[in-house]
């Protein structure tokens, strides 16, 4: 029998993962397992996570915070070597309609009826407002006869994307299997962006209309230094500078690289002549960081020694295992 296993990463959102953790558990078609990976939470979330969910939910409590990009490969991983043939993947502020999960199992049948190859598929995500958000990149690769091809599946309401987020995403275990896990040392932002880059490199993911979800972001449109005021999120966007310019040097086209680096550096110089020189320092260290950001991809099946960090188990149904600690190492190995 098939087993979907649902991953949930939090970090310090309790009120959050708990509204999620019910959602999934009002899904019309159960998990088989719900695993949520807790980063490092200092307000209490792990406690409140063994209290109130410790007969239902599996949970793994990382020993420091190591961004969303180690949260979901620690995650994944978990769940692949748990032999989960499926993973349902999503961060904590995600709130699944009751048959979402159902839909996407419908249409992966869907596909897999007719022969389709797909490495993923997802939910559509909106925000409290009723307004999309988290829109993946529609595949407009041709077919063999130079068509595209994503009208023909209009009549499903689905439709074949490459570039999309961990919001509602369907993993297949083959497809972990082949093209490993995410980027850890990403940290945060692009990780989920490369990944389903990555995984799409032969055959599209597929969006799903009719499974819906909400998500609760903080803040609403895209990502920008320009327009942040969170103190606490400032320094992270030199990880979104440096993982964009990978993404462009690795998945993009010959001039991509040098296009999205000259964008970068016009940001430097906007920056530096309005005398934000906080903000202009991120920028420039962004830049350079991209020059040696050469991560390797990480086997699903590769032992969890590599992350840098501690992590203790509490099973729910084996709860001697609360206590279990395994020492995770520090750099990334390679898919092989």
Request: glycine letters at 6%; one cysteine or more.
């Amino acid at each position: 029998m098939t087993s979907i296993f649902a991953v949930i990463l939090t970090f310090n959102r309790r009120d959050l993962v708990t509204r999620c953790l019910e959602s999934i558990f009002a899904q019309s078609h159960a998990c088989d397992r719900v695993v949520v990976i807790d980063n490092c939470s200092s307000d209490g979330t792990a406690e409140m996570l063994r209290e109130d969910w410790g007969d239902r939910v599996e949970v793994h409590t990382l020993s420091r915070n190591i961004g969303a990009s180690g949260g979901f490969n620690a995650g994944i991983r978990v769940a692949y070597q748990s032999g989960a043939d499926f993973v349902w993947v999503m961060d904590d502020d995600v709130l699944p309609e009751k048959d979402a999960l159902a839909k996407l199992v419908e249409a992966d049948q869907f596909l897999a009826d007719r022969g389709v190859a797909r490495a993923f598929v997802l939910s559509s995500a909106w925000t409290e407002d009723g307004n999309v958000t988290n829109v993946p990149k529609i595949d407009t690769r041709p077919d063999a006869r130079g068509y595209e091809t994503w009208p023909f599946y209009l009549d499903r309401r689905i439709v074949p994307v490459t570039r999309a987020t961990f919001v509602s995403i369907l993993l297949p275990r083959s497809i972990i299997a082949q093209y490993g896990l995410p980027l850890a040392p990403m940290f945060i932002w692009g990780e989920d962006s490369e990944y389903t880059l990555r995984i799409t490199e032969r055959c599209p993911g597929f969006l799903v209309s009719e499974s819906r979800v909400r998500h609760l972001r903080q803040l609403s449109g895209a990502v920008s230094i320009l327009t942040e005021v969170d103190k606490t999120r400032l320094k992270y966007h030199r990880h979104f500078i440096r993982n964009h310019m990978y993404m462009a040097r690795v998945y993009g086209a010959k001039l991509d690289f040098l296009r999205h680096t000259v964008r970068q550096v016009q940001l430097l110089l906007k920056l530096a002549r309005a005398h934000n020189i906080e903000k202009a320092r991120i920028v420039l260290t962004g830049i350079l960081e991209s020059f040696w950001f050469h991560p390797s991809v990480e086997a699903a099946h590769a032992p969890s020694d590599r992350l840098g960090v501690k992590i203790r188990c509490d099973h729910p149904i084996a709860p001697a295992a609360s206590e279990d600690i395994r020492s995770l190492g520090h750099s990334a190995g390679s898919l092989t």
